[in-house]
């Protein structure tokens, strides 16, 4: 039960595809069938991908670049370059341009508040910290042959002047910063399915948004940290087969919720914890403390997602 990573994937009712006209048809099946599942325009071409390798049974190999197709071959790397191109030529680069997301955490660099976005992996990844800049994959394919994600590519707006700057221990700190939130964003990934976790991901976005966002306003983005915590303990004693009390005390919440399995600190839970009032003032709401309590939120988030996979 711990959502969208389920031992059977629904096959999608589709055929193999002998012709031109047979695979069109099969695209618009398969992308009418993400459609109706919500799945978002720039994450419906990996998700297609797959989707179709699983319900034809052809395991598919996912290309390292584009290749030239050969006429009148629906299988292997030829269906696999077919699939991403119908998507390309249906929705254009700049719709498919934003990449699959998993949920950003903030770090703090030289003072200043960063967004890491971890990246979405498929296999196998290895974390390198080079100050030098690269080209790096927002989403990785490796098993043999992992890709590099290299830490200070996740970091949006980070200027190849600072990233030159940055001293050996800070670059082991943001290695460790991207460890722990590629963890807690792929708990989340995989959860995102079951109960309000999907709500979850969205405050947590916004408690960056907040933070860091246009219009910054370090009340909105507390709120939004104690948001994620409480939807989250709420699921997880939802799943825990309790109920959960209507309130916004996740101290009381935390109680109910570590019969579920949740083991949510007592100093994460105060250090989230604000008042409704919160929303409507930035008295007593700093910048440092909108910070801890977004990283609070994500460790007890983290927590839940835990108890939810060793329910599954």
């Not at 459609?35 to 990996?46: E, F, I, K, N, P």
């Not at 969205?202 to 104690?226: C, F, N, P, T």
């Not at 209507?246 to 935390?254: E, I, N, P, V, Y």
Request: net charge positive; with cysteine; charged share 25%.
């Amino acid at each position: 039960m711990a959502g969208s990573d389920k031992s059977v994937r629904p096959r999608l009712p589709i055929c193999r595809p002998k012709s031109q006209n047979e695979f069109e048809h099969m695209m618009e099946v398969v992308d009418q069938c993400l459609r109706d599942a919500g799945v978002s325009v720039h994450a419906r071409q990996l998700r297609a991908w797959l989707d179709i390798s699983y319900s034809l049974g052809m395991n598919l190999c996912f290309p390292s670049g584009p290749v030239p197709v050969r006429a009148g071959v629906f299988e292997g790397i030829d269906l696999s370059q077919r699939i991403l191109s119908w998507y390309e030529d249906r929705y254009g680069a700049e719709k498919l341009a934003t990449p699959p997301s998993m949920c950003r955490c903030l770090v703090r660099l030289r003072g200043e508040l960063w967004a890491f976005e971890p990246p979405l992996v498929i296999g196998s990844c290895v974390f390198v910290v080079d100050p030098k800049p690269g080209p790096a994959p927002n989403v990785g394919f490796g098993r043999d042959r992992p890709p590099r994600f290299n830490v200070p590519d996740g970091i949006r707006g980070l200027p190849d002047s600072l990233r030159k700057l940055l001293a050996r221990e800070e670059l082991v700190m943001l290695l460790d910063v991207a460890k722990e939130g590629f963890w807690i964003a792929n708990g989340l990934q995989r959860a995102l399915d079951v109960g309000m976790m999907r709500e979850v991901f969205s405050d947590l976005e916004q408690s960056v948004e907040h933070i860091l966002g246009r219009v910054i306003h370090y009340g909105q983005g507390r709120w939004s940290a104690l948001q994620a915590a409480e939807k989250a303990l709420k699921t997880a004693i939802a799943v825990g087969g309790e109920k959960y009390p209507r309130t916004h005390d996740l101290a009381a919440l935390g109680k109910v919720a570590e019969r579920c399995g949740v083991r949510a600190s007592e100093s994460l839970i105060k250090t989230v914890q604000c008042s409704a009032d919160t929303r409507y003032t930035e008295e007593g709401s700093s910048r440092d403390h909108a910070y801890a309590s977004h990283w609070s939120a994500l460790r007890i988030v983290r927590s839940v997602t835990n108890a939810l996979s060793e329910r599954a």
